[in-house]
């Protein structure tokens, strides 16, 4: 990773957490390029079955783009905001594209760790999941977000209420009446 | 649902999370008047994975301080001191204090979900039923009530003694004796059974054993006073379970359902896993109640044995143990348990009891502790193992709910197989053993391979499960076929599950897992084998026809994957395997019969090298030949079958020479005798299906050949420029095509018929010249086949087939000189390329792909040519036809093209040639 891009990175990063939308445009592609590039890797020996650890791929990505030393953990925590959504993006992507393989083209079966412990811990069909949290989206915008950042980027409850801007306890209770609508949807 | 109910639905779900699960419905009867918002607020809760057991029961003060209850009293009765306590509450040993006569006494204080005035009526309801238990292994129920505090307690003889299982271990006790410990134990639990009391919540705390080695059972039926009523549904469940241990609870009572008899079988089932190897059959520690849920209730526990000697991690695969067991080891167990002596019998009677489906355990604990005692004295015992068959159908039962699940449930099962494999093995010296294994083993791939792929193929999201299933059947045959060698049946049935597995592989016309190469392999195996087993016993006809059957299969799927070189000697092999079984027997007809399809399937495999003057050649052997062993024996149906099947593959063959000669510019005088000929032995096939069809009316296949041959008769004539009399062939077609769709509305290859049908219409009108009713026929064909398609994503025909209608479709339009229309229809056949790739990617693609882009090519060429060379029409038309050329070339020059396709790459470069010329001015 060029030293010069994790700079740029970084200082988007801290224009975007100040609200600079303009710099937040800037970024995404970054972090989408960077995500798939991991999740491409890493998904490219998978087997079905195969545990993926998306938080993990997150983290590969924000020590990769961002510089540690100069930001601080709710830079962090607006990183992953804005991965979640990507990451569910190239995971959704990849397992419409396994799905549609020649190959294993069951549905993808995708075990979460850490912060997933949404329905039982049980393999989610991540193409259900998507469809069910963009419904969920109708209804709620920022539970939806809720969700998007726990699951797909691992952020606690404090680093989405930061990014936010609302209380831990209100994600807390937004986020277990999504596990119990989305974990019913998924029945 | 709005925005505004959900906002609403949540905050009732808020709310009610916080209370416990029974009070929820309370809450939810005055706070959420609406039906709908209520069902979704219920499946909410029962869903919510946040759940726990923890959160569930009501914890009273009194509960956090016991010790501040010693010296109260409970009706008559002062508490002396804590005993224990557990979920249902605190027990406390206590005196009656009404100078009637100082007796020691159990007094438990209840902790419960339910109201106390609820307790203390069903209390009042039970007690004397309760009460009558008298039985040396009971704990007499003496008295019961309400607290001052309003606590519900009831009082129990007071019974000196240490849980059994505590017991067992302390004094160490031997196998026999713990067997016969539990026995008392059934004897106490048996009698309660036969005066209709269910204990519910049987567990080692709650059986004591005294000094004197007495067991006794404590709080007999109170768990159905304290919990909520049993077979109420779901809601109760966390209720139920939260009071009691989870431990030792059944599949039944996690899931709500009907507390019966065999539940307690189920809990005695545990106590007596406990016993005998000191550990429970589940881990449940730490888990969430779903998640508990779905370990109890879905997973098989390990072998009791299993669990002595590896722990958990080996679990599964119990229902192939046998019973090793033999009479000298029996004799050996001394102090405890040791593996040995678990194995077998021991296993099976302790797993029969904790089947997951009451009717599968012991009918009675009687029973249960007949087994016991039966094999306490060396007796044969009831209990067998589960069959393998039960075990995969309850797995394809479940599969139907949810492929995703059942999968993990499968590779349990599968890992079982390979430690019996394994063990299988390791026991190699008692041969007969072995060979039981080798069968059981043979059976599961069988089974495995033939009967749940089967069930299980045509669900959505189940090629996963399946591409797992076979690849591990295919792991255990070939570590079997390293000892198949000197077992030629074993060897035999090794080679035709081969054989079979390729098929599931490779087939082409199903939804199968398209794994050519795999099953290619597998084919090759097969032959490998039966090869070994001609070479062995040259005259036995048996290993012939398999020989022949897989070499047939084989050559089939070389020639699908165009690797001609090995598909021709596969087929001549077919073919001299054919002739050798008529020399053995000339006057056999049914080896004269597969000389008939052998003869086809060489001439298959010569399309490339020989091109289809020579295939069609021996497509006229194959004639010959089904004309003689008809003539011989007319009246055979397979006979008839086998020679209508071979006119109309002639036929066919010599309308394909004749398309590809028109299409290389060879003289009409050449190609029409060929159309001629076709159309007289697709004459000839419609008669001798129409009287297949009338003498044996059952057989739908015959209504299909009519229907098959019908067509072929329609499109010849309208080859021949008698497209008018055709026409009434290929609506008989359609009629009866039609019927038999209609019969099985969900099955889309018999609608892909129809579709198909309605294609050979177009033609047919558009040889005649009615363009316009050829695109409406084809148009008809597409709507059923993109129906098809969108039914059956995967599915690599119809794609090809919906493909292929378009293009046709293009053409008609091109002709008709409607360009644009025309490149709109090649571009939708493009189109299902791109979806066709991404389920495959073999050389057929790249042909197609070709094709498409060459016909999009020339309607780009059509399109310049009416607007005076327009420059832009030109460059798409050349950008086309180069990729279309690119992708031939690159066949050609890894020698996959056959041979029909260079014409088109002299095509293309004719075409290629118009759009090099400059534009006109």
Known sequence: MAEELTAGVTGLLRQAQRGDRAALDELLPLVYRELRGIASRQLA???????????????????????????DWRNRAHFFSIAAETMRRVLVNHAISRRSEKRGAGATLLALDEAADLPGRREIDLILLDEALTRLAELDREQARVVEMKFFAGLSNGEVAEVLGTSESSVKREWRSAKAWLAAQLA | MTPDTWKEIKRIFDAAVELAPPERHVFLDSACPDPAARREVERMLAADPDTSLDESPLSHFAFDEPSRLVGTRAGRYRLTGEIARGGMGVVFAAVRDDGEFQQKVAVKLIKSGLQTETIARRFRHERQILASLEHPHIARLLDGGVTEDGLPFYVMEFVEGVPIDAYCRARDLSLDARLELFRQVCAAVSYAHRRLIVHRDLKPSNILVTDAGEAKLLDFGIAKVITHGDGNGGRETATQLGLMTPDYASPEQFRGEQVTTATDVYSLGVVLYQLLTGELPYDLTGLRLDEMLRLVCETEPPRPSRMMTGGRSESAGSEFETRPLEGQERGKRGSGANPQSLKGDLDNIVLKALKKEPERRYESVEQFSEDVRRYLEELPISARPDTFSYRASKFVKRNRVGVLAA?????????????????????????????????????????????????????????????????????????????????????????????????????????????????????????????????????????????????????????????????????????????????????????????????????????????????AEWFRRAVREGEETYAKNPADELGRRSL??????????????????????????????????????????????????????????????????????????ARVGKGEEGKPYILRALEILRAISARDPKNNEAKRDVAETWQYMAFARDAMGQSGEAVKANLESVRILEEITTNDPSNFEFLKQTHL??????????????????????????AYVARMSTLNDNLQIAVLRSESNRKIGEAHLAIAAADDGDSGALAEARAHLLKAQEELINLRRRNELGKNYEHKLALISAELEKTARPAVP
């Open chain 2, 644 to 717: 209508a099947t071979a006119l109309q593959r002639l036929g066919t063959r010599l309308e394909f020479r004749a398309e590809h000669l028109r299409e290389v510019g060879a003289p009409e005088a050449e190609i029409m005798p060929l159309y001629v000929e076709a159309e007289g032995l697709h004459r000839r096939t419609v008669e001798m299906s129409e009287a297949l069809r009338r003498d044996f009316p059952q057989v739908e296949v015959y209504s299909r050949f009519v229907a098959a041959a019908s067509i072929n008769v329609g499109t010849a004539m």
């Open chain 2, 407 to 615: 999968s993990l449930v499968f590779l349990a099962l599968i890992a079982g197989i390979v430690g019996t494999t394994y063990q299988a093995r390791a026991a190699r010296r008692e041969r007969e053993r072995a060979e039981k294994r080798f069968e059981q083993v043979r059976k599961l791939a069988n089974n495995v391979v033939f009967k749940y792929h089967d069930a299980i193929a045509d669900l959505p999201g189940a090629t996963a499960t399946r591409e797992m299933l076979v690849k591990d059947a295919l792991e255990y045959l070939d570590n079997l076929s390293q000892d198949a060698q000197d077992n030629p049946s074993l060897a035999q049935e090794l080679a035709l599950t081969y054989l079979k597995i390729g098929n599931v592989q490779g087939e082409a016309y199903r939804a199968n897992l398209g794994d050519s190469a795999g099953a290619l392999v597998s084919y090759r195996k097969s032959v490998e084998i039966l090869e070994g087993l001609v070479g062995k016993d040259p005259a036995n006809v048996g290993h012939l026809k398999n020989l022949r059957q897989a070499g047939h299969q084989m050559a089939l799927l070389l020639v699908r994957l165009q690797r001609w070189k090995e598909a021709e000697e596969t087929g001549q092999k077919v073919l001299d395997i054919s002739r050798r079984l008529v020399e053995l027997d000339p006057n056999n007809q049914e080896y004269r019969i597969l000389l008939v399809r052998s003869y086809h399937v060489k001439g298959e495999t010569m399309e490339f090298s020989g091109g289809d003057e020579e295939t």
């Open chain 2, 805 to 830: 209608t378009y293009n046709k479709t293009g053409d008609i339009f091109l002709k008709q000189g409607k360009r644009a229309d025309a490149l709109a229809y090649y571009r939708k056949g493009m």
């Open chain 1, 45 to 71: 020996g998978e087997r079905p079955g195969h545990t993926l650890q998306a938080t993990a791929l997150v983290n590969e990505a924000y020590l990769r783009l961002v510089d540690q030393h100069s930001v």
